[in-house]
Nanobody
Framework: QVQLVESGGGLVQAGDSLRLSCAASGNAFNSYTMGWFRQAPGKEREFVARITWSSGTTYYAESVKGRFTISRGNAKNTVYLQMNSLKPEDTAVYYC?????????????????WGQGTQVTVSS
């Protein structure tokens, strides 16, 4: 059974940085796509970034491009989201997700496995 556990959220000021981590267990992930999504209060969950485990190919939402970086860690089955130049509109619960497909797109339905989420709050 696939398990995803996020960590690293917190309260920061606008312009600050945070790094989120996602520890994945329960399967061999070398053929998976790993993604980060977020959900702000009163809004739908939205795609943030994704990385294909085998090749490391990345893809970002326009709203975070140039500020956020998704990467695979040296530690086995760990994915990171480095968030720089944070803005108040980045405030949300951030979720790690996994897809069996090695080339999953940004749609939520591609990702059957989800973590419990970690809160990121950016004050102005």
């Amino acid at each position: 059974q696939v398990q995803l556990v996020e960590s690293g959220g917190g309260l920061v000021q606008a312009g600050d940085s945070l790094r989120l981590s996602c520890a994945a267990s329960g399967n061999a992930f070398n053929s998976y796509t790993m993604g980060w999504f977020r959900q702000a209060p009163g809004k739908e969950r939205e795609f943030v970034a994704r990385i294909t485990w085998s090749s490391g190919t990345t893809y970002y939402a326009e709203s975070v491009k140039g500020r956020f970086t998704i990467s695979r860690g040296n530690a086995k089955n760990t994915v990171y989201l480095q968030m720089n130049s944070l803005k108040p509109e980045d405030t949300a619960v951030y979720y790690c997700a996994a897809s069996h497909s090695g080339r999953a797109g940004p749609q939520l339905y591609n990702y059957p496995y989800w973590g419990q989420g970690t809160q990121v709050t950016v004050s102005s």
